[in-house]
């Protein structure tokens, strides 16, 4: 069986002339065992120079937060290198020139657990001096094709493992969802409500689509617009992998109301000049300035701070540490002329 996919141009710009095109940049086949699968892809030299290329293969997953890691081939169990193999391995071409490649992946015919194995197709030009910042430094080109294969029979299914309230100005949760199958799923798709004490839908977000490999996990952020005032809310979340059933998580909410007292020990307490729901006056004088920073850095560890931590969460994360420091001084930095 031949395929070949086009999906689009992929460029790499990694200083002035020194760019690398494919026209390839996924394959994902439905395989059985004991199939040969074919594919072919293009790679242009858009260098103003001859330039050797090299083709190899490799492994890949994500980490919690989505970023792509590379591997040596063999390294994951669900590694799709042992199947794959490419053709011309290297090459030379001159500027303008392309080079089709292609990929022959085949599928052992017995031995194969159900479910999706990937792996990574990386076309690499030669490492090139290139100036930047005034330095002379070594750069290489480098572009992968990942290549999914999805043998029968195979599960799918996901689980939501953590549903967590980060910072409330506004509200953004965090949700950590699991691949607990085994295929690979492409796009996951999360939709978040907010209902009040009343049982009243507040809010609603959906969160844009994302993959998640068989076994790995994915911490997702889910930002709303919303600025809950004190009182009870319900947040639910509802998960779609593709397939049935749908996910949901949930968890209690409570907006206490601020008990604010001086940071100073007496005189006046912490005020919200501009009405954003952060106290940046923190020594109540009426005006944001140097002073605000030096008090606040000396008592966020104070108990009249984390017990109105919402008020001094100026980084929005969900706790009042050293960080919320370093965040007030930014928002002085930018605010002053």
């Not at 030379?92 to 080079?99: V, Y």
């Not at 969460?313 to 965040?327: I, R, T």
Request: charged residues 20%; proline residues 8%; hydrophobic residues 40%.
């Amino acid at each position: 069986m031949r395929a070949c996919l086009f999906v689009g141009l992929a460029f790499v710009w990694l200083g002035p002339v020194l760019a690398l095109e494919v026209n390839l940049l996924e394959v994902d086949l439905a395989v059985a065992p004991g199939q040969v699968h074919t594919f072919t892809f293009i790679a242009r030299n858009e260098t103003d120079t001859p330039e050797q290329f090299t083709i190899y293969i490799g492994d890949w997953d994500r980490d919690v937060d989505g970023t792509n890691r590379f591997y040596p081939a063999g390294t994951l169990p669900r590694s799709l290198a042992p199947w794959l193999s490419v053709a011309p391995t290297s090459f030379m071409l001159g500027p303008g020139e392309t080079r089709e490649v292609m990929g022959t992946l085949s599928v052992p015919g017995s031995g194969v657990m159900g479910g999706t194995y990937w792996g990574i197709i990386f076309v690499q030009g030669e490492p090139r001096p290139v100036q930047h910042q005034g330095t002379t430094v070594m750069v290489t080109k480098r572009i992968g094709i990942k290549v999914y294969a999805s043998v029968p029979p195979g599960e799918h299914a996901g689980e939501v493992r953590a549903l967590e309230v980060r910072g409330l100005n506004p509200l953004w949760l965090r949700l950590k969802f699991a691949n607990i199958g085994t295929l690979n799923l492409r796009a996951v798709t999360v939709e978040a409500e907010v209902y009040d004490a009343k049982g009243d839908r507040v809010v609603g977000v959906n969160l844009s689509p994302f993959p998640c490999l068989p076994g790995a996990e994915r911490w997702v952020a889910v930002s709303t617009d919303f600025r809950p005032a004190p009182g009870v809310y319900h947040v639910l979340v509802k998960v779609d992998t593709g397939g049935d059933p749908l996910l949901a998580g949930q968890v209690p909410l409570r907006v206490r109301p601020l008990a604010l007292v001086p940071l100073t020990g007496t005189g006046p307490v912490p005020q919200d000049l501009d009405g954003d729901g952060f106290y940046e006056d923190a020594n109540g004088d009426g005006v944001f300035d140097g002073q605000d920073v030096a008090l606040f850095q000396e008592s966020w560890r104070s108990a009249g701070v984390q017990a109105n931590g919402r008020a001094f969460d100026f980084n929005n994360d969900g706790v009042v540490d050293e960080a919320d420091a370093a965040a007030l001084a930014e928002l002085l930095k930018a605010r002053t002329p």
